[in-house]
């Protein structure tokens, strides 16, 4: 069991990987906790449940709306919790987003903790502080930065993931090792079979060491002024991506960081062999070759972006594995790196 300390200013938040997830009973207080999940997490361990009442939302993305944050909230009322109560998430990065701003704006703010049970929200989600919902078809539109006081992230759990959930979140993983930490990149590659097994012990590593680096880098800039938009890397394509091909977030990231390495090639930032071991790594896992929009779609997307800064948008490039940097650049120039790769592909 790894435990990692996230400080920021305001806040501190204890991350532990690799604990068995049901001694979270140590980490709550005696009365006065809800736990909110989804359908999918209730069904499948619902009954080792520590004994608090639950509150279950339906699965995936619809349920990040202001509307089902103001039912929780009347939940948790008719239930007593005051301001000195807890909430306890129990369940992916949609449970994490949606529990993480109730916590922040029931009663202007109660304890939080969570339980994460995907490997997306382990590596990226759940960390961070980072919550929110949508507004209609734009992500993430109404939200706070808070962190939670303590977060499980349980490989053990990761086992009973759809295999697209898991490869979602592999990609998230091996952005964290392109931009961060080629140690991690390294162990990836070497054991990419214990990775398609999801060997427990192999995964707490390498979560434990995705979860240290964000934490690193959300204590140094806990509000994305400088260096925390490195973690957006493949994203500007990647959005546009998921948005217009309707395909699971972790996917399009696969293909945005794939461009984006292409594009790092092009500029003279990185060399051949290093383009080829990022996009090989991809590929091994069939996380890219998505088809990808058209000309036209991309401008309009990318001009949409939540990053851009007149008609420039701060794009993250990569200077090595495990090196990244955010530059300024133009949207033209982006849309002429991606006619010329989408003319040859
Ligand atoms: N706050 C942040 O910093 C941040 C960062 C990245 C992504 N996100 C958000 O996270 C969300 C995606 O998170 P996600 O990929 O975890 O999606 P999710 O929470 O929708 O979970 C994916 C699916 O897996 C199921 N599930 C969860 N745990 C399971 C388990 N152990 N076994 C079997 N099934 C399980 C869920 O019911 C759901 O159907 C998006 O809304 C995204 O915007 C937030």
């Not at 361990?45 to 709306?65: A, C, H, L, N, W």
């Not at 706070?144 to 993983?173: H, K, N, W």
């Not at 973690?231 to 998921?242: D, P, Q, V």
Request: aromatic share 6%.
């Amino acid at each position: 069991m790894e435990q990692i300390i996230l400080k920021t200013p305001a806040a501190r938040s204890d991350i532990y990987v690799g604990c068995p997830w049901k001694t979270v009973h140590k980490l709550l207080p005696r009365s006065g906790v809800a736990i909110i999940t989804d359908d999918n997490v209730m069904r499948l361990y619902g009954d080792r449940f520590p004994p608090f009442p639950v509150f279950s939302v339906t699965p995936g993305e619809g349920s990040k709306q202001i509307s089902v944050v103001e039912q929780l909230a009347g939940k948790l009322l008719d239930t007593g919790i005051d301001r000195s109560g807890m909430i306890l998430a129990i369940g992916g990065g949609v449970v994490s987003d949606i529990t993480g701003f109730l916590a922040a704006v029931y009663m202007r703010g109660i304890r939080f903790g969570s339980i994460s049970t995907t490997l997306l929200s382990q590596v990226d989600a759940s960390v961070g502080g980072k919550n929110g919902v949508n507004l209609g078809n734009v992500k993430n539109m109404i939200g706070t930065i808070r962190q939670p006081e303590f977060v499980i992230c349980a490989p053990s759990m990761v086992v009973s993931l759809p295999e697209d959930e898991y490869l979602s979140g592999l990609a998230e993983l091996i952005k964290t090792a392109i931009i961060g930490d080629s140690e991690l990149f390294d162990t990836i590659v070497q054991d990419t079979d214990g990775i398609a097994e999801r060997n427990e012990t192999l995964l707490s590593a390498i979560i434990a060491r995705a979860v240290r680096f964000k934490a690193s880098v959300v204590a140094e800039d806990e509000h994305e002024t400088g260096l925390r938009r490195i973690l957006n890397f493949g994203h500007t394509l990647g959005h546009a991506i998921e948005l217009t091909q309707k395909i699971k977030h972790g996917f399009a990231v696969a293909s945005g960081m794939e461009l984006a390495t292409w594009f790092s090639f092009a500029k003279g930032f990185i060399s051949e062999e290093e383009k080829g071991m990022i996009t090989g790594i991809l590929r091994h896992f069939r996380l890219t070759g998505t088809a990808m929009p058209c000309e036209d779609e991309m401008r309009r997307m990318i001009s949409h972006d939540k990053k851009k800064a007149g008609s420039s948008i701060n794009f993250v490039f990569l200077e090595g594995i495990g090196r990244a940097t955010v530059m300024a650049t133009g949207i033209d120039e982006i849309m002429e790196f991606y006619r010329n790769i989408h003319n040859s592909i």
